[in-house]
């Protein structure tokens, strides 16, 4: 279940154990909701969506903020830690600073948001002091034009300006993450970790995903193995040390970067599936 749908038929997968914990029909602990707050986006990245967009849903299906609020509610009494608001761009979504306050007052230790950037320049000290903790921010290349391209029009000044106000305002957490696309930025995946060490925050590399039309055709053309990036960068940096993942923190392989603050994950759905592992309800 995405929970701007009202139809919450995947709900019954879950058991609540007697101590109020969520347990699926494979007997794996749930402590990480993902919230998709929206379907729209105001980039059409090529490996997530059709260069025409995607159909919209009709608003009477989308849940209304009091009734996220009292979902999130709700979970949080049945052992979520970790809630993750996603979208399309959650950050376009008007309720977003409401919610995240909603999800604070609930309890959640962990309240991160997945986005684009475009909108953190203004939005990063309003989300901080909301009660969000971590932030995703996707940054798939640092060549202007090849942003765009990637992203279909994407400004990657102003993403970058995201980034930078983020780290000032002094977010927690941050990780930027980059989708692995091998006719796109193999070649700069050094050069983004530089740029993420620099600044002193995290930075994920996902493999693409076969999700909908436009990401089976990502994985088909653009595919490229995880372990393909960590020899690279393991040779950039010239070593790199596998660290545990904290709790609650989804499916990334991490690594420290020896004398730095950053660490560097790796997100593997295809080449090495993570779903025994699983901890994560969307």
Known sequence: MTLYYSDASRVNDLIVSDDRSLVDQFFR??????????????????????????PYFDRETHLQ???YARLIRLFAEMGIKHLRMT????????????????????????????TNGVLLEKMAANLRDAGATRLNISLDSL???RFARITRGGMLE???Q???TAVAVGFPRISLNVVMLREENMDECSALADYAVALGVDIRFIE????????????QAQYCAADVVLRSLSRHFGHLDPVPSPRHHGPARLYAIPGKGSKIGFITPVSDSFCSACNRFV
């Open 158 to 160: 102003r993403v970058k």
């Open 208 to 219: 693409t995903m076969p999700l909908g039309d436009a990401g089976s055709h990502a994985v």
């Open 162 to 164: 995201g980034i930078e």
């Open 143 to 145: 060549d202007p034009q």
């Open 65 to 67: 903020p009091d009734e």
């Open 29 to 54: 602990n749930i402590t990480y909701l993902r919230v998709s707050l929206t379907e729209h986006c105001n980039f059409r990245c090529k490996y997530c969506s059709p260069e025409k967009g995607i």
């Open 87 to 114: 979208g399309g761009e959650p950050l376009i979504y008007p309720q977003v600073l409401a919610l995240i306050e909603a999800a604070r007052q609930s309890g959640i230790a962990e309240i991160s948001l997945s």
